[in-house]
């Protein structure tokens, strides 16, 4: 059975630091990786996703990497600001199932 | 109306009423998920619609009782819900596996 977990489980930084968040799953047999952020409330905006055979993409100040071999992924957060606070989250796909990581609840102070 | 958008955005019900949620996709994708999503659990995946047809069940009570008429709606019909479904609930379209979710419906049970 997939299990996805995400560390840290909160972080809290100043703006303009640069920061990684992690995702780890358990088995590597999967189809892509998506990156979310959630908003109090809200439902789940799309960052970025990657193919699994892929090692990484980029969107403005964000770049995921996927090392599918150890089961990894990161999150970079380049210069981050006040409107980068919200909850990020990790989820693997296979097939049409995905498992979602618990996510990593990230404040950035001005 | 463009997305995925998800009515009502906040339900209140009793235990023995009935109610239905209702999720639409504006994107030509071919699949559809439901998820709960409860406080301080991951994103839970509930069930899965591709072309119409159900392709993932994952052990959900029979008490949420989900219809796809066409590959645009979505529904999850209640009935006799518990205190502990109060949740948020998601619903999601994807096509070639990058997923995109509505903003969620609210959903408290009395």
Same mark, same amino acid.
């Given at each position: 059975?997939?299990?996805?977990?995400? &560390?840290?489980?909160?972080?809290?930084?100043?703006?303009?630091?640069?920061?990684?968040?992690?995702?780890?799953?358990?088995?590597?047999? &999967?189809?892509?990786?998506?990156?979310?952020?959630?908003?109090?409330?809200?439902?789940? @905006?799309?960052?970025?996703? &990657?193919?699994?055979?892929?090692?990484?993409?980029?969107?403005?100040?964000?770049?995921?990497?996927?090392?599918?071999?150890?089961?990894?992924?990161?999150?970079? &957060?380049?210069?981050?600001?006040?409107?980068?606070?919200?909850?990020?989250?990790?989820?693997?796909?296979?097939?049409?199932?995905?498992?979602?990581?618990?996510?990593? %609840?990230?404040?950035?102070?001005? | =109306?463009?997305?995925? @958008?998800? @009515?009502?955005?906040?339900?209140?019900?009793?235990?023995?009423?009935?109610?239905?949620?209702?999720?639409?996709?504006?994107?030509?994708?071919?699949?559809?998920?439901?998820?709960?999503?409860?406080?301080?659990?991951?994103?839970?995946?509930?069930?899965?619609?591709?072309?119409?047809?159900?392709?993932?069940?994952?052990?959900?009570?029979?008490?949420?009782?989900?219809?796809?008429?066409?590959?645009?709606?979505?529904?999850?019909?209640?009935? @006799?819900?518990?205190?502990?479904?109060?949740?948020?609930?998601?619903?999601?379209?994807?096509?070639?596996? =990058?997923?995109?979710?509505?903003?969620?419906? %609210?959903?408290?049970?009395?």
């Amino acid at each position: 059975k997939q299990e996805v977990t995400q &560390i840290p489980a909160a972080l809290s930084v100043p703006e303009g630091e640069n920061l990684v968040l992690n995702c780890s799953f358990t088995d590597s047999a &999967i189809y892509n990786l998506q990156w979310f952020r959630q908003d109090p409330g809200k439902g789940l @905006t799309s960052l970025l996703l &990657i193919q699994s055979s892929q090692r990484e993409q980029t969107s403005g100040r964000l770049n995921a990497s996927l090392d599918k071999s150890s089961g990894r992924s990161t999150l970079y &957060i380049a210069a981050s600001q006040p409107g980068d606070s919200a909850t990020y989250l990790c989820a693997v796909g296979y097939g049409q199932n995905f498992v979602f990581g618990p996510g990593t %609840r990230l404040s950035v102070l001005p | =109306e463009t997305g995925v @958008t998800q @009515t009502p955005r906040h339900l209140v019900m009793g235990m023995t009423n009935k109610k239905s949620l209702k999720c639409e996709q504006h994107l030509g994708h071919n699949a559809m998920y439901w998820y709960k999503q409860s406080a301080k659990k991951p994103l839970e995946l509930m069930f899965v619609y591709n072309f119409k047809e159900q392709t993932e069940n994952n052990s959900v009570p029979s008490r949420f009782s989900p219809e796809c008429p066409n590959s645009s709606h979505l529904f999850l019909h209640l009935h @006799t819900l518990q205190p502990e479904d109060s949740a948020l609930y998601l619903c999601a379209s994807s096509q070639v596996n =990058e997923q995109f979710f509505g903003p969620g419906t %609210r959903l408290t049970v009395l």
